[in-house]
């Protein structure tokens, strides 16, 4: 099992690009999450999905958005980058057990200059 | 919402000593009380987690505790080694199955040998 996978691993963008990160899970986990990590910050709930189908916003959404068309597969959207957003972005997934672990991706570490 | 708090941001200790890592949490209807460890580069992982209605929980040289009256859990880590240098984070959910992680800052954890 490859686990939770990102895609790109590293990206430069321009201010006013668009550009999709793309997660994908292999393990049937119903709950998919995208966070960003800043320095001094922790880790900030951007957006979350508790099935194939379903989004909802979390602590910090502006300025993103996202798709899970398919159960394994949660897209980050952003539309117009602003160096605000220039971070390091987790992906992560969890199932519907008690234990409720959830299971990080590797990381995109995006610049926006 | 809920907000976490999470001291000290560093901790420097020589190898074989204790280390204790503090978090307070805001919402009372939080029950489940997650800890992450990052590495240098590397994804958050779960190293253990706690139960509101359990007090104390260990695995081998690691325990977590947790007051809910007070609204504080902490991070012991015994007999630490060179290994354990990472970055910590304390995580608080009010569990639904879905975990609507909220986390600390973290914690820089040095270990010298």
């Known amino acids: 099992n490859a686990g939770v996978t990102q895609t790109p691993k590293f990206r430069v963008l321009k201010t006013g690009q668009s550009m999709t990160l793309l997660c994908a899970q292999d393990?049937?986990?119903?709950?998919m999450y995208w966070y960003r990590q800043d320095p001094g910050m922790g880790l900030r709930l951007i957006h979350y999905?508790?099935?194939?189908?379903?989004?909802a916003k979390g602590e910090v959404p502006d300025g993103y958005n996202v798709s899970r068309l398919k159960k394994q597969n949660f897209l980050l959207g952003l539309e117009s980058a602003a160096p605000s957003q220039t971070s390091v972005y987790f992906c992560?997934?969890?199932?519907?057990?008690?234990?409720?672990?959830?299971?990080f991706g590797p990381g995109t570490r995006l610049t926006v200059t | 919402g809920e907000n976490v708090e999470q001291h000290p941001s560093t901790l420097s200790v020589q190898e074989g000593d204790s280390a204790v890592i503090k978090c307070t949490y805001s919402?009372?209807?939080?029950?489940?009380f997650p800890w992450y460890k990052q590495e240098l580069g590397k994804r958050p992982q779960l190293i253990i987690d706690?139960?509101?209605?359990?007090g104390e929980k260990k695995d081998q040289r690691i325990a977590v505790t947790l007051n809910k009256t007070a609204k504080h859990f902490s991070l012991h880590i015994t007999e630490t080694q060179p290994e354990d240098s990472a970055v910590y984070f304390c995580?608080?959910?009010?569990?639904?199955?879905?975990?609507?992680?909220?986390f600390g800052t973290g914690t820089r954890l040095l270990v010298s040998p």
């Open positions: 992560a997934s969890s199932s519907t057990g008690v234990k409720g672990e959830q299971y």
């Open positions: 393990m049937n986990h119903e709950y």
């Open positions: 999905s508790v099935g194939e189908g379903t989004t």
């Open positions: 919402d009372s209807a939080s029950n489940y």
């Open positions: 706690i139960r509101s209605n359990v």
């Open positions: 995580a608080a959910s009010s569990n639904t199955g879905f975990q609507k992680l909220v």
